[in-house]
């Protein structure tokens, strides 16, 4: 079991790292920073469909909060094109 989790975490780093810095360039780094920050989005909802975790009403909130402030950066970030 802790193989298993110490290789889904060494994937996880590897693969979040190689899209981040791959990113960089196209996108530059505020709006990549400000995208980053929906990783506990993924996590809330990857640990609700594989781990049946109760989300409360909270959780939904914050998520939704998480969802209009990327949107606003990306409308902001692209509004001249």
């Known amino acids: 079991m802790w193989l298993v989790l110490i290789l889904s975490s060494l ?15 196209v996108l530059g780094l505020t709006l990549t920073a400000s995208l980053g920050l929906l990783r506990p989005l993924f996590t809330l909802g990857l640990s609700f469909l594989v781990f049946g975790e109760r989300l409360c009403p909270l959780q939904f909130l914050g ?19």
């Not at 994937?11 to 360039?25: E, F, K, M, N, W």
């Not at 998520?63 to 094109?81: D, N, P, Q, S, T």
């Open 63 to 81: 998520g939704a909060l998480l969802l209009l402030g990327c949107y606003l950066v990306i409308r902001i970030r692209f509004r001249h094109i």
């Open 11 to 25: 994937l996880g780093i590897a693969a979040a790292r190689t899209l981040y810095y791959s990113c960089l360039p």
